[in-house]
């Protein structure tokens, strides 16, 4: 299991049943967290995801052009969650408790061609990359969105669309026959962002930017961000390409 996941597994177990550091100083000031604000919640389940003595708060980053709600649970009664920060690290944004990373990063930026279409980006970018057998076997899929219901994992925002890299059940099969141990888990068959047992998945947004996306990892639990309130706002950075 990815670092991350298993913490932010922990976090929300414990402080969800009672309740992601302080900045490093290495970090550049463009890291920074706005003036504590309750944002107030359009959906109950928003509210209801709020680990105990928490509140909803803006973030964004000038650098990456993004903006988005977190957490901040640094006057929460118990321990772990109050030094989680959301820190940029070139075109990433990583959750850090105190001075340690958490990875992997929450949300990491690329770049594509305006014209081009996000199943062509993602197959030139990612699985172009990948061996022969995966290529043959991963695909491109859209994720279901529109209906404005808030869900956890899957974007709920008609105007935004989602992506997975995923394999083929053939070829899941296939790998479980060469790997029974691992049989009945979901394993990172089409590369680093490709399904995994975690919720990940691309996600583009037409209307704001036609020239950048997102790899958003929401983990196996609550993040301690809305991954429903991310915003692109493209002027303000060029995403980088990996």
Known sequence: MKIRNLLGVLIFLVLS????????NSI??????LPEKEISAEKNIKQERLAQGCIWIPYE?????????VQDCSKAPDFYG??????????????????????PPVIEVFSKNAEESMQTALQTQFLSKLSAEAQADCTVERLPTGDNTYFFGR???????GYT???SAAYIQE?????PEKAGELMELC??????NGIAYFEYHPEESQTKFLFVEVGQAYPLFDEQSIQIVDSLAQAKNK
Request: charged residues 25%; glycine residues 10%.
């Open 17 to 24: 049943g009672c309740s992601q550091g302080t900045k490093p």
């Open 28 to 33: 550049a000031q463009e890291n920074r967290q």
């Open 61 to 69: 980053s000038a650098a990456l052009g993004i903006k988005m709600s």
């Open 82 to 103: 109050r030094n989680i920060r959301f820190i940029v690290e070139g075109s990433q944004i990583f959750e850090y408790n105190g001075e340690t990373r958490l990875d």
């Open 155 to 161: 974007l709920s925002d008609p105007k935004k669309e």
């Open 165 to 167: 890299l995923n394999p």
């Open 175 to 179: 790998i479980e026959k060469r790997n």
């Open 191 to 196: 590369g680093q962002y490709g399904a995994s």
